[in-house]
Nanobody
């Protein structure tokens, strides 16, 4: 499945952004999907994940209470609502699909996700 992330940009600290991830196939609805981010000089890190039905979500501790992951399977799209942004949230944000056979345990590792979008830059100024 091809994934296309969008919605990044430049925002001041305390501001909000909503990222979108559009999938090319209807099989999107059968996959767990997630968001990762990578800051310059750092490893790619987990941000949030959502189950195929949308019924289960899990987020990184660093974003809890500020970021919300959601999906609309009718639109083959996943979202990341980011509020109260901080300069340390600056990174390239990637969406990815976990296509391991069901049932899948929640996974926060890059290795669990085998289909990746191209990334969208989020820059938070202080």
């Amino acid at each position: 499945v091809q994934l296309q992330a969008s919605g990044g940009g430049l925002v001041q600290a305390g501001g909000s952004l909503t990222l979108s991830c559009a999938a090319s196939e209807r099989t999107f609805s059968t996959y767990t999907v997630g968001w990762f981010r990578q800051a310059p000089g750092k490893e790619r890190e987990f941000v949030a994940t959502i189950s195929s039905s949308g019924g289960t979500t899990y987020g990184a501790a660093s974003t809890k209470g500020r970021f919300t992951i959601s999906r609309d399977n009718d639109k083959n799209t996943m979202y990341l609502q980011m509020n109260s942004l901080k300069p340390e949230d600056t990174a390239v944000y990637y969406c990815a699909a976990d296509r391991r056979p069901s049932p899948r345990a929640t996974c926060t590792l890059v290795a669990c996700y085998d289909s990746w979008g191209q990334g969208t830059q989020v820059t938070v100024s202080s």
